[in-house]
């Protein structure tokens, strides 16, 4: 019989991409057109994988954030808010219709200019989107089911901060929900990846939207400022680091406009010996290797039972060396390229303050591509509360793993820190889940899975992770008054 | 042995971890290469009250002559056959690598006593089976009688001899993927050199779920003893894209040593002519009609 070693390595597969229709260049959508930014200046937004440039961006100052908002308040006052609920649904769902339409364009694009595996955007990010288009078109003309005796009133002008992370599902999470409720919508997607927000906004044009109900502009931190400060906006949503929200936040104190923020974490997933420890496992990969860990609700701080501990740490060892970096597009890579150099030199930054916090780094043995940013996926082995890597956000594919013995224990942990977004609980026993649940102090905890998104799901942050829903019934209240 | 401990099993967590073997895509050599292995892992399968030595000899000539018009194509590992045929067909098969397996011990319900059984098992070596597929217990195993279990595939096996010994958990009569960890583990510990799902006489046969359960208990059975065991999914493979999502979860939970007929076996009746027909469309670079390939 035939008994000698077979080498089974996955052939590339790349994804194509010549059905993806990038400009060289993108003008700032206001009004229902692509109009050339006041500011006149353009800047690149290039792949992180390839390093090519893939297209010219406006950079929009603040002439041009006061013409978006000017747009978005005249289409408020002129047909928004005097459309009938259902023909707001209509468009809505439109929107939702398209995006599913032309989603390998989108997840191809998303890929390209994000670095994400295609595995992820194509089965993800974009239907997802869609997903939550659909969720809110259907809420459109049921608002006063949603909050039975009351009159639920739309706000105005929306201004929406969004970050690289999931650049065309946080579109959607921002303006899907606003303009279910009645809202206009300015909308700043991220320097580094604007350009499916700027497909977005081909999509709405095509799907007929009243001009200026959703505008979409891009820039730097400057303007994101303009929109934060603008005196003709009501509302400010805003997903991103921690540092920029408690700016915002400042911002905004004593005016009149409304704020969600949804900003950083450091989630503890935590794994019981009682636990089934292969699903565990996979279930940590889920956690933090998920969009090459840049997720704010990522599951970076693993606490495991000690006497579980060896067990679930070889095999989760063993379970990274099956994981492919490489080529985004490529459909059989598991982790795909650091989103920028930026990014990926905060990474390394933090790989660097590990090992001379003296902890024991593991990193998989994979081949990673000699171009674009990359990053092996890393352990922290042997980590304690004290570290650093502990305790701030990194952002990226690494995870760091403590023990515990007690369920105190771990409670006490995994609450002793500034965040409070999200959890994960891996155990067998329903009645550990449900008193941890009511004892962590986390946005949304995830038990025996991890990284699950639903649109009728509210999503959101304690303490320094942010305040206020996405998602569900939760999700409108950001975007009415009574 | 004490086998009354709690195994953690999540099935949504298996489901998406096969879900997730599902998305790789097999294109080019490596395809070619992986449909061949398939064919190479083929436990050819006649298992009917009807059969004939006529039958049998022509699934034999099979075996050996995949399809001949289609150079470089391996054998079949093995045919499988009732113990009343065992003789015939290894008369039919005797210059060939292909190897003979017979299932025994009342199958498929395996509900008869000890003495039957190894006379059954017997019976199949004295004939020249060079494997043996047996039927576990499945009523005393529901029952909670673990060492009962143990003990009649300890007594087949030493009933065995120099055969290859392939436990049949019947699966899909085992209802719950903590069980099929179980009887994975007291099979494995009762001297199974195989386990096998299902006999492909109850539905549902193998599938990719209830395999990625029994993988992971011989690969916990390996990292403890180091000794291998061998798996075979049998029942409702038949499509060359299943196979390969087979091989996808084999190579990714089991590594390359268990990449061969050695160490796995797809029980199926219909899987090889897909296979040889997208190997022949790989060759001529069209699809062909199934006229062209035999269906024995």
Not at chain 1, 56 to 80: H, S
Not at chain 1, 261 to 271: D, Q
Not at chain 2, 264 to 293: H, M, P, T, V, W
Request: glycine share 8%.
């Amino acid at each position: 019989m035939n008994t000698e070693s077979f080498n089974w390595e996955y052939a590339p597969a790349p994804e194509a991409k010549d059905h993806a229709k990038i400009k060289k260049q993108y003008d700032l959508f206001i009004n229902g057109k692509f109009t050339k930014p006041l500011s006149k200046k353009y800047f690149a937004t290039t792949s992180p994988s390839s390093l090519e440039k893939l297209a010219e961006v406006a950079e929009a100052n603040e002439n041009d954030v006061n013409a978006a908002v000017k747009a978005a308040r005249v289409a408020y006052e002129k047909y928004w808010k005097k459309l009938t609920a259902k023909e707001r649904g209509k468009y809505i769902f439109r929107i939702a219709r398209i995006i599913q339409e032309r989603s390998r364009e989108l997840a191809v694009i998303e890929s390209m200019d994000g670095g994400k595996p295609i595995r992820e955007s194509r089965d993800f990010d974009i239907p997802n989107a869609a997903n939550y288009f659909f969720y809110y078109a259907g809420w459109a003309d049921k608002l006063e089911y949603a909050f039975p005796n009351k009159t639920p009133k739309s706000l105005g002008v929306a201004a929406q901060i969004i970050p690289w992370n999931f650049p065309l599902l946080m579109a959607a999470w921002k303006i899907a929900p606003a303009l279910a409720t009645g809202n206009t919508v300015v909308l700043k997607p991220a320097e580094g990846t604007p350009l499916t927000a700027l497909k977005l906004a081909e999509i709405i044009q095509y799907a007929d939207l009243p001009p200026g109900v959703v505008n979409i502009i891009t820039g730097f931190g400057a303007t994101g400022a303009a929109m934060v400060n603008h005196k003709d906006v009501n509302k400010i949503a805003f997903t991103g680091s921690t540092d920029v929200g408690k700016i915002i936040q400042k911002a905004v104190a004593g005016s009149n406009k409304k704020l969600t923020l949804e900003l950083g974490g450091k989630a503890a997933n935590i794994v019981f010996d009682d636990a089934p420890i292969n699903q565990a496992v996979e279930g940590i990969v889920n956690g933090i290797f998920f969009n090459q860990g840049h997720v704010c609700c990522a599951g970076s701080r693993l606490f495991v039972q000690e006497n579980v501990a060896e067990e679930v740490i070889s095999k989760l060892k063993e379970r990274m060396e099956t994981l492919i970096v490489g080529d985004p597009l490529d459909k059989n890579t598991d982790i795909g390229a650091i989103n920028s150099k930026e990014q990926l030199d905060k990474i390394n930054s933090y790989l660097h303050i590990g090992k001379e916090e003296g902890l024991e780094i593991h990193q998989s043995n994979c081949n990673v591509p000699s171009k674009g940013y990359f990053c092996k996926p890393t352990l922290f082995i042997g980590a304690s509360q004290s570290n650093r890597v502990v305790q701030e956000e990194i952002f990226g594919p690494v995870l760091t793993i403590q023990t515990f013995r007690t369920i105190e224990e771990v409670i006490e942990k995994a609450n002793n820190i500034p965040y409070g977004l999200s959890a994960g609980v891996w155990t067998d026993k329903g009645s550990k889940i449900f008193n941890l649940t009511t004892k962590l102090r986390a946005g949304v905890v995830w038990a025996n899975t991890y990284n699950k998104f639903d649109p009728t799901s509210p999503f959101g942050g304690y303490k320094e992770s942010g305040f206020g829903r996405e998602g569900g019934l939760h999700g409108l209240l950001p975007y009415i008054t009574f | 042995m004490n086998f009354d401990y709690k195994t953690h099993i999540d099935q949504v967590g298996i489901e998406e971890r096969v879900a997730r073997f599902n998305t790789r895509s097999i294109k080019k050599e490596t395809k070619t290469k992986g449909l061949k292995l398939a064919l190479n892992m083929i436990d050819l399968t006649t298992l009917e009250g009807k059969d004939t030595e006529g039958k049998v000899k022509q699934m034999c000539f099979k075996a050996m002559h995949l399809a001949d018009d289609i150079p470089g194509l391996p054998t079949v590992a093995a045919v499988c056959v009732y113990p009343t045929h065992v003789k015939s067909a290894k008369n039919f098969l005797k210059n060939s690598a292909v190897k003979v397996a017979s299932v025994a011990t009342a199958f498929p319900s395996g509900n008869s006593t000890l003495d039957i059984k190894l006379n059954d098992t017997h019976f199949a070596v004295d004939n020249g089976a060079d494997e043996i597929d047996m039927v576990i217990s499945r009523g005393e195993f529901l029952k909670g009688n673990y060492n009962f279990v143990f003990d009649e595939i300890a007594a087949i096996k030493n009933a065995c001899g120099k055969a290859r010994l392939k436990v049949i958990l019947e699966t899909g009569e085992l209802s719950t993927l903590d069980n099929v960890r179980k009887a994975s583990d007291i099979a494995i510990a009762a001297g199974a050199d195989f386990i096998k799902t299902s006999t492909g006489k109850i539905q549902p046969a193998a599938t990719m779920p209830v395999t990625l359960v029994m993988l992971e208990a011989i690969k916990e059975h390996y990292k403890k003893t180091g000794i291998k065991i061998g798996m075979k999914p049998a029942g409702g493979i038949s499509t060359a894209k299943s196979a390969l999502q087979y091989l996808v979860m084999l190579n990714e939970t089991l590594g390359t040593e268990w990449m061969n007929n050695e160490w796995f076996r797809f029980g199926a009746s219909s899987l090889a002519n897909d296979i040889i027909l997208q190997l022949g469309k790989e060759q001529k670079g069209f699809y062909y009609s199934k006229d062209y390939i035999s269906n024995d």
